[in-house]
């Protein structure tokens, strides 16, 4: 499975939301809801943000929230703050029974 | 607390094997599938290989597949990626990372080990 498509960057002032796509397939998002998406600050290991396309875990704030039509997962960021910069990776299962991860997306808090 | 440790990583020359470590606590090691992802430098994430909790399922990514071999000791709460025949594009930070079933999400991941493949 090739990698999922993300924009390579996207940018925000502070308090505005933006999305951020991941375009995969019928093999992979377009067939299930196991969408994840991870968010990587330098250095550090990644972080888990949103699972099965809209669901978030404890402890991750309300600002996030995910969405899936067809092929394509987003993430949306309401409310930017500067912790939010970071890259974050989409992810899905596939029909292959493997994961495969998008090309990955640079938040710039402008 | 949830911790995983990774270990074994280091430099080792093309065609050289090395075996990663990974071991886990603070959570029932054996009610869970494991799984290995790789980062090359500068570069994005790439899943590598997963495993059942009982180790009845194996997977791995086309790209090491026959060269990599993962495995586990629920009894030492520990995860192990076996590496043959090692490439330059091998060169990457391994993270392991735990989830509940192969379709759920990575909940948790460690911090990750750094091998360099490099003559």
């Known amino acids: 499975h090739s990698a999922l498509t993300q924009p390579a960057s996207v940018s925000g002032s502070p308090g505005q939301s933006i999305t951020i796509s991941c375009t995969g397939t019928?093999?992979?998002?377009?067939?299930?809801?196991?969408v994840s998406w991870y968010q990587q600050h330098p250095g550090k290991a990644p972080k888990l943000m949103i699972h099965d396309v809209s669901k978030r875990p404890s402890g991750v704030s309300y600002r996030f929230s995910g969405s899936k039509s067809g092929n394509t997962a987003s993430l949306t960021i309401s409310g930017l703050q500067a912790e939010d910069e970071a890259v974050y990776y989409c992810s899905s299962y596939t029909s292959s029974s493997t994961s495969v991860f998008g090309t990955g997306t640079r938040v710039t808090v402008l | 607390q949830v911790q995983l440790v990774e270990s074994g990583g280091g430099l080792v020359k093309p065609g050289g094997s090395l075996r990663l470590s990974c071991v886990a606590s603070?959570?029932?090691?054996?009610?869970?599938?494991m799984t290995w992802i790789r980062q090359a430098p500068g570069k994005g994430l790439e899943w590598v290989s997963d495993i059942s909790s009982s180790s009845t399922y194996i997977n791995y990514a086309d790209s090491v597949e026959g060269r990599f071999t993962i495995s586990r000791a629920n009894a030492k709460n520990s995860l192990y990626l076996q590496m043959h025949s090692l490439r330059v594009e091998d060169t990457a930070v391994y993270y392991c990372?735990?989830?509940?079933?192969?379709?759920?999400?990575?909940?948790?991941w460690g911090q990750g080990t750094l091998v360099t493949v490099s003559s």
């Open positions: 990372a735990r989830m509940r079933l192969q379709w759920e999400p990575f909940d948790f």
């Open positions: 603070g959570f029932t090691f054996a009610d869970y599938y």
């Open positions: 019928s093999s992979d998002i377009g067939n299930y809801n196991y």
